[in-house]
């Protein structure tokens, strides 16, 4: 009998390699590189199509592999597969460390950003995590970001770190609820959550206005993988001088759903 697979996140390239986070069995995760053109971007999209084209995952533990075209009959075959030590956060800080598995994913509001639900919470949370290798950097500073601005009512709460097999590849983080992206009529409220930033001697470094989440009379500032410690007053008050800019653009750039559907 088959192991059972189940693709958890894809980034897919048409002109390239292509990658995959797989749950095999219900209890490992695997990450599989597909090299260019073995496959068509359509059938590497719709996950019931590229479980049957795969090639029978070999047993073992391991947690990288690459599936390649055999050189002897043609057909997809796993070139490589190896247990290797993947990149992780590098500087925990918070006592609360949540494994991958117990969470269960809801809404997804971006890519690799989840409303969650776990039995070590009673209410939902966002989870941000690193769906590939090639994302830890960003999520390993914005795990430091949120140290920085621990208590200080600037950001959501932060609740702990989000583990997989041991390493650490993200966080968890208080869901706000009933929120709206600002705009220039809330430029009172972000004006006073970004002060509170800046008095840090922090800049956030992306304020576009899908990053102020208003609620309640006031403003959270979230997406905080941009944020630099120790900043001069002449990058602070660029920062401040161009909020009125940044809440009145209508383009969408920047934009994620993290307000409530």
């Known amino acids: 009998m088959a192991t059972p697979l189940q693709l958890l996140q894809a980034s897919i390239d048409e002109d390239d390699d292509s990658h995959f986070r797989f749950l095999v069995g219900g209890v490992s995760?695997?990450?599989?590189?597909?090299?260019?053109?073995?496959?068509?971007?359509?059938?590497?999209?719709?996950?019931p199509t590229l479980i049957l084209?795969?090639?029978?995952?070999?047993?073992?533990?391991?947690?990288?592999?690459?599936?390649?075209?055999n050189p002897q009959d043609g057909r997809p075959f796993f070139e490589r597969v190896e247990k290797r030590a993947m990149r992780a956060v590098s500087s925990p800080w918070h006592p609360v460390r949540i494994d991958y598995s117990n969470l269960e994913l809801g809404e997804k509001l971006h890519p690799g950003v989840y409303e969650t639900t776990c039995t070590a919470f009673s209410s939902t949370l966002v989870v941000k995590f690193a769906r590939f290798e090639w994302e830890v950097d960003a999520i390993d500073h914005e795990t430091t970001a949120y140290q920085w601005i621990e208590g200080q009512n600037i950001g959501p709460a932060f609740h702990g770190h989000v583990s997989e097999h041991g390493r650490i590849i993200g966080f968890l983080i208080a869901?706000?609820?009933?929120?709206?992206?600002?705009?220039?009529?809330?430029?009172?409220?972000?004006?006073?959550?970004?002060?509170?930033?800046?008095?840090?001697?922090?800049?956030?470094?992306?304020?576009?206005?899908y990053n102020f989440l208003v609620h309640?009379?006031?403003?959270?500032?979230?997406?905080?993988?941009?944020?630099?410690?120790?900043?001069?007053?002449?990058?602070?008050?660029?920062?401040?001088?161009?909020?009125?800019?940044?809440?009145?653009?209508?383009?969408g750039l920047g934009g994620v759903t993290w307000e409530d559907s």
Request: charged residues 25%.
């Open 175 to 209: 869901k706000v609820s009933n929120a709206s992206h600002a705009s220039l009529h809330d430029i009172a409220a972000c004006e006073m959550v970004l002060s509170n930033l800046h008095g840090l001697g922090i800049t956030h470094g992306d304020i576009n206005r």
């Open 216 to 251: 309640d009379g006031r403003a959270t500032l979230i997406d905080f993988d941009s944020a630099r410690n120790g900043q001069d007053a002449r990058e602070i008050e660029g920062e401040m001088h161009s909020l009125a800019q940044q809440l009145g653009d209508d383009s």
């Open 29 to 47: 995760i695997k990450y599989v590189t597909i090299t260019r053109k073995l496959y068509k971007t359509d059938d590497m999209s719709f996950e």
């Open 53 to 69: 084209l795969l090639p029978t995952f070999p047993p073992g533990d391991w947690n990288d592999g690459r599936i390649s075209r």
